[in-house]
């Protein structure tokens, strides 16, 4: 959005903010700080150069170029490098938290994994100390028809 407009947007939401739930969404992250206009996405025209080195200037929403300075500024070659390296470093940090998670996660299951085999080793001995029962066999004997002894 550009800044010109932006303090209108604004005023729109604070005044329809408890009217739908977008605007209370809205409303509820400008009160927490969350939602903030920074002067990066204020300036909609970006520095670039141009095959023979020369410095034009591209509109990162219309898709214009000028070779004159824009007058609402624009974000030099510098600010977009330092940009995308801050935007490399969240994301090698969120890269991060990620390994560490399925680290943890795969510690867990070889330790569960360890686990389920301790209990198949002390099953196995169990199975070997087992005595075996002193129930003597069954004796059979001639069955004796009724009334006759």
Do not use: C, F
Request: no cysteine; hydrophobic share 30%.
């Amino acid at each position: 959005m550009e800044a010109p407009l932006w303090p209108l947007y604004r005023k729109d939401v604070e005044s329809n903010a408890n009217i739908d739930l977008t605007s209370i969404a809205i409303s509820k992250k400008i009160e927490e700080g969350n939602l903030t206009l920074s002067e990066e996405t204020k300036k909609v025209w970006h520095e670039a150069k141009s095959d023979d080195g020369g410095i034009y200037y591209w509109n990162i929403i219309t898709n214009d170029t000028s070779w004159t300075v824009p007058e609402g500024g624009y974000l030099s070659l510098k600010e977009q490098r330092e940009d995308k390296d801050k935007e490399t470093a969240k994301q090698l940090k969120e890269l991060d938290k990620v390994k560490r998670k399925e680290g943890l996660l795969r510690m867990q299951m070889q330790k569960q994994e360890d686990e389920e085999e301790r209990a198949r080793l002390v099953r196995e001995k169990l199975k070997e100390r087992r005595v075996a029962d002193d129930i003597p066999e069954p004796v059979y004997g001639p069955i004796l028809e009724p009334g006759k002894k």
